[in-house]
């Protein structure tokens, strides 16, 4: 049975409909390629804090050293591009916070870190840099018969004995480093090619500086925890001496001010939160990052040397623990503002209802004294109508005997007595209850 008549392959081009970030979805895997390297190379890596929103104008310096060079620049809203300058190449990326400037260019016959790769760059582009460095490292990728990967020649290099290195990647190669800052204001990689591919040397290089770039951006927010230390410690020393207060509060007022209080130490709190919140974050994101790195290197100990993996253990990972635990006490501290503020809160309420309930038994005695009194009023209404209704009809039996009529004026207003009082009394009665009604 024929279902339908089939078309070229081709045809599904026009029949079927894309989504609209397809594309941009199927790229993403594709983004920030590891570069294809040749030993020998010297690397030059800045990482520039620029801030969120930087990018536009990134793009554009970038568009001027392309222009200078001839080369095409990167393409509009791009976040990451590669440039071929000539004798050099630069490649950037662009992330939430910071951006990455790598520097590659072959190895020339100086000194690995007196000729660096920065070198090529040109002094008055590189001066409007935008963004602050935060990272900057130059790494030298060497062969593994080259002196400066020799004991003598790192210590040369380095300036010192007290450096980390390891075997990585399948041990097809090796690298040590100082995590430090020397004179130039960069700190110093070497890395001894033993089989490299150049896409293996691409990736390895790509990681050792992604590794130094996130830490020192997950070591951003040791700093803001140690300052707020003193607050946190102070706000909670002030919580303890309101919570021992709400115990003592001796009435409404005292409640009142303990309320205030108790708000403002919850201001003050969320304060510190908005303050730091982002930075805690973000430092156990890119905490993350290093430890994937890390394990993506595969890294295994030179005898006699610690490893990175060690470092890190000893150094990152305390300052990252140090501002978990900050962010800790302080959801903590949050939380126990909000407890104390529930039971102060639950004191007042059941004051008010307690003086809720006393002022309606108050109303209630009030209503019932209304009542009496009305009732007392009603009776005394009934007695002077009634009193003036056998004035009226005493008055009326004097006019008849006057006229010759056998009336006795006294009997005749004592006989109207019972009848004048039930007439008064039934008026009343149905005058109230209309009344009642209305309302």
Same mark, same amino acid.
């Given at each position: 049975?024929s ?42 890596h ?7 929103g $930087? ?15 001839? /080369?095409?620049?990167p ?9 071929d ?5 630069? #490649? &950037? ?20 870190f007196?000729?660096?790769? @920065? ?5 008055? &582009?590189l001066?409007e840099?935008?963004g ?5 490292i130059?790494?030298?990728l ?12 790192l ?9 980390v ?7 097809? /190669?090796?690298? &040590? ?19 490299l591919?150049?896409?293996? /040397? =691409? ?14 951006? $997950?070591?951003l /927010? ?5 300052s ?12 303890? $001496?309101l ?11 005292d409640e ?16 510190? $939160? ?8 973000? %430092? ?16 295994s100990? @030179? ?5 990175? =993996? ?8 305390? %300052? @990252?623990?140090?501002c978990?635990?900050v962010a ?13 503020s ?12 307690s003086?809720n ?5 108050s109303?209630?005695?009030?209503a ?12 005394l209404?009934v ?7 056998? =004035? ?5 039996? #004097?006019?008849? #005997?006057?006229?010759g ?5 006294? @009997?005749?207003?004592? %006989? ?8 008064? &009394?039934?008026?009343v009665r ?10």
């Open positions: 049975m279902i339908g008549t089939l078309g070229p392959p081709a045809s599904a081009l026009t029949v079927l409909r894309d989504h609209a970030l397809r594309d941009l979805l199927t790229n993403e895997v594709h983004a920030r390629p590891h570069e294809r390297l040749q030993t020998p190379l010297r690397v030059t800045l990482a520039m804090l620029s801030g969120e $930087a990018d536009e104008a990134e793009r554009r310096h970038l568009a001027r050293l392309c222009s200078r060079a001839g /080369a095409p620049p393409p509009d809203e791009a976040t990451h591009h590669s440039a300058l000539g004798p050099f190449r630069l #490649k &950037w990326e662009r992330h939430t916070e910071f951006s990455t400037w790598t520097v590659f260019r072959p190895d020339p016959a100086g000194a690995a007196s000729d660096t790769a @920065i070198a090529a760059l040109p002094v008055d &582009w001066a840099l935008p602050e460095r935060l990272v900057g130059h790494l030298a060497v062969p593994r018969d080259s002196t400066l990967a020799s004991p003598e020649g210590v040369g290099a380095f300036g010192t004995d007290s450096f290195g390891s075997v990585v990647s399948g041990e097809a /190669a090796r690298f &040590w480093t100082d995590f430090r800052i020397h004179g130039d204001g960069f700190s110093r990689v070497v890395l001894a090619d033993f089989h591919s150049p896409r293996q /040397a =691409g990736r390895t290089v790509q990681r050792i500086l992604e590794i130094e770039t996130y830490r020192m951006m $997950a070591l /927010a040791l700093p803001p925890a140690r707020v230390l003193p607050r946190i410690s102070g706000i909670e020393a002030e919580l303890a $001496a919570t021992q207060r709400t115990a003592t509060a001796a009435g409404h007022e009142q001010a303990l309320l205030r209080a108790l708000t403002r130490l919850a201001a003050a709190a969320e304060q510190i $939160a908005a303050e730091t919140s982002y930075r805690f974050s973000a %430092a156990r994101a890119y905490s993350d990052l290093v430890d994937r790195r890390m394990s993506e290197l595969r890294e100990r @030179i005898e006699g040397l610690q490893t990175l =993996g060690e470092f890190m253990a000893r150094r990152l990972q305390p %300052a @990252i623990r140090t978990e635990a800790g006490r302080l959801e903590a501290l949050s939380a126990r503002i909000a407890r104390a529930n039971l102060l809160r639950t004191r007042v309420d059941l004051a008010l209802e003086q309930r006393d002022l309606l038994q109303m209630d005695r009030r019932q004294l209304q009542l009496r009194l009305q009732e007392t009023v009603e009776g209404s007695v002077a109508i009634s009193y003036y209704l056998l =004035g009226l009809v005493g008055y009326a039996a #004097k006019g008849l #005997k006057a006229a009529a056998a009336v006795d004026p006294d @009997i005749a207003a004592a %006989a109207a007595i019972p009848v004048v009082l039930a007439l008064v &009394w039934t008026g149905r005058l109230r209850r209309a009344l009642a009604g209305r309302h």
